[in-house]
């Protein structure tokens, strides 16, 4: 993050396949399901999800360690489930729940996106409904409806935090 320079978002790692002008690295580490097969047991994963597409996707604890070692602060955006294994694994966690103002927004913004099949979509749109159960569960929530406010909340959200893990012994 700009405003941020302490934080460092920690890429993924995903099956699904590369869209057009993403990079390996920068928006997901795209691997092969064998490799996330692999991966997984031998323990590498901090947390993951499968889909019910059949995508998978997770963070990496080599991502981790890459951004402390790099002396900043790792901030991961997930899938509910993985923040709340997240959240119950790592102390000092937390969790933000995005949500889109209404669902029949969500709803609009995927299908905007133009990126997954109309099944996908459905399926999806399943998902959201279900995690949207989870919410409550999260340590904060942001409401999305304005991005430029939304930014602003989580920026103030996250600030605040950090300068409260600064303050503890």
Do not use: C
Not at 113 to 142: K, M, P, V, W, Y
Request: hydrophobic content about 35%; aromatic content about 6%; proline content about 4%.
């Amino acid at each position: 993050m700009v405003q941020m320079p302490e934080l460092e978002l920690a890429v993924s790692a995903t099956t699904r396949d590369r869209r057009e002008g993403e990079q390996d690295g920068r928006e997901y580490w795209f691997i092969s399901d064998e490799e996330f097969d692999e991966k997984l047991s031998g323990g590498e994963f901090l947390e993951y999800v499968e889909f019910p597409w059949g995508q998978r996707s997770g963070t990496l604890r080599s991502e981790i360690a890459r951004i402390r070692d790099a002396g900043k602060i790792p901030l991961l955006d997930l899938e509910p489930k993985g923040a709340l294994e997240v959240k119950s694994t790592v102390p000092g966690a937390v969790t933000i729940f995005v949500e889109a103002p209404t669902f029949a927004e969500n709803e609009r913004r995927l299908r905007a996106r133009a990126t997954e099949s109309e099944g996908e979509i459905e399926e999806r749109l399943d998902l959201a409904r279900e995690q949207l159960s989870q919410a409550a569960e999260f340590d904060h929530l942001i409401v999305n409806d304005d991005v430029d406010r939304a930014l602003v909340d989580l920026e103030e959200l996250v600030k605040r935090q950090l300068s409260a893990s600064m303050s503890r012994p």
